[in-house]
């Protein structure tokens, strides 16, 4: 019932920008916390960045500075811009939302940074 679908991945040179969305739908509540998480290949799923229906925001070290997470209440979506961006940043990313006990979670979607 619930989805989510990401979108805006692919390759990009060490230095540029890309700006990845994810639109939820099915019934969800109104009071949420929305992320963003990547896995590299043989590492364990990490959070990037998230952002709480009231938007509060919270970031990993890594990538402060580079990357904004922002939401649109209305749409049902979540961004996440990406500049600077570096070969390590390179992996899955995933959409996310919670509240509470609920988990759901994007199919992904490939972010490939070449130096």
């Known amino acids: 019932q619930v989805q989510l679908v990401e979108s805006g991945g692919g390759l990009v040179q060490a230095g540029g920008s890309l700006r990845l969305s994810c639109v939820v739908s099915g019934s969800i509540s109104r009071i949420n916390i929305m992320g963003w998480y990547r896995q590299a290949p043989g590492k364990q799923r990490d959070l990037v960045a998230s952002?709480?229906?009231?938007?509060?925001?919270n970031y990993a070290d890594s990538v402060k500075g580079r990357f904004t997470i922002s939401r649109d209440n209305a749409k049902n979506t979540v961004y996440l811009q990406m500049n600077n961006l570096k070969p390590e940043d390179t992996a899955i990313y995933y959409c996310?939302?919670?509240?509470?006990?609920?988990?759901?979670w994007g199919q992904g979607t490939q972010v490939t940074v070449s130096s």
């Open positions: 952002i709480t229906s009231g938007g509060s925001t």
């Open positions: 996310n939302w919670r509240w509470v006990t609920k988990n759901y």
